[in-house]
């Protein structure tokens, strides 16, 4: 039974997900065109003085109120059939719900000169998240979406770091990255995996590229779900075939 609830749960909470996301369009819209002069500000003035990245975004954090007043776009990954609510800011209970943007890097408006940082779990019961972020390789590509606009970024780096060890995150001047931050190894989370991104393609071929992976974890969520009851049909037919030759020998 337990096996089974952990093998469904991910594939339940993938088309819950995706089915959040699409009710919280209207919020999220207008949470992120709410913050776009702020958030243009701040990566101006952090392109003068360099990120100052939280220490360890999964050790620290204050409570950020409610999760649908910072909720400001998604992460697709279609490599992983994944989509990540994200969220504007950083806290242990926004972490339990997707990813989010850590303090003291940029926001992901697309700008030159910018350098954000995306994190989120690996292994939370029931979830994906970034459980599979090692997986990606150079060249694997992902979205990122803040309110109505997509870009995409393909991978050209994979570290793995001590959880305090934040020297890497470095803005580098004329270019916009996105780096993808989770904890490592499985289920033992001593260091930290980051795999930075650059941008690569144009907003309309980005939004097709979120469609696509949207598209592939809601196949990939169905299929596991089919596989499942496939397995469970079977198993209590098996179970039905015994009984009944029990019966048979008994008479």
């Not at 039905?240 to 008479?251: A, D, G, N, P, S």
Request: hydrophobic share 50%; net charge positive; with cysteine.
């Amino acid at each position: 039974m337990l096996l089974t609830i952990a093998f469904a749960a991910p594939a339940v909470n993938a088309l819950w997900t995706q089915q959040a996301l699409t009710m919280a369009q209207t919020q999220l819209q207008a949470n992120a065109a709410a913050e776009k002069a702020e958030k243009t500000a701040q990566n101006r003035l952090l392109a003068t003085t360099d990120l100052l990245p939280n220490v360890d975004v999964f050790a620290t954090g204050q409570d950020a109120g409610s999760a649908a007043t910072h909720l400001v776009g998604q992460v697709t990954i279609p490599k992983l059939a994944l989509v990540v609510p994200l969220f504007d800011t950083s806290s242990p209970a926004l972490l339990q719900e997707g990813a989010v943007i850590v303090l003291g890097t940029s926001f992901p408006s697309g700008d030159p000169n910018t350098h954000a940082v995306i994190a989120a779990h690996n292994g939370l019961l029931g979830k994906e998240l970034f459980t599979h972020l090692d997986r990606l390789t150079i060249g694997d590509r992902f979205v990122v979406t803040i309110g109505t606009t997509s870009r995409t970024y393909a991978v050209e780096r994979r570290l793995v770091v001590a959880p305090d060890q934040t020297d890497t995150l470095r803005i580098e001047p004329g270019r916009e990255l996105v780096t993808l931050l989770t904890c490592t190894p499985y289920m033992i989370n001593s260091k930290r995996l980051l795999v930075t991104a650059h941008r690569v393609a144009s907003a309309t071929t980005a939004a097709q590229d979120a469609r696509r992976g949207a598209a592939a974890a809601v196949t990939w969520a169905w299929a596991r779900l089919a596989a499942l009851l496939l397995v469970a049909g079977g198993a209590v037919g098996w179970w039905v075939w015994r009984r009944r030759q029990k019966r048979i020998r008994l008479h």
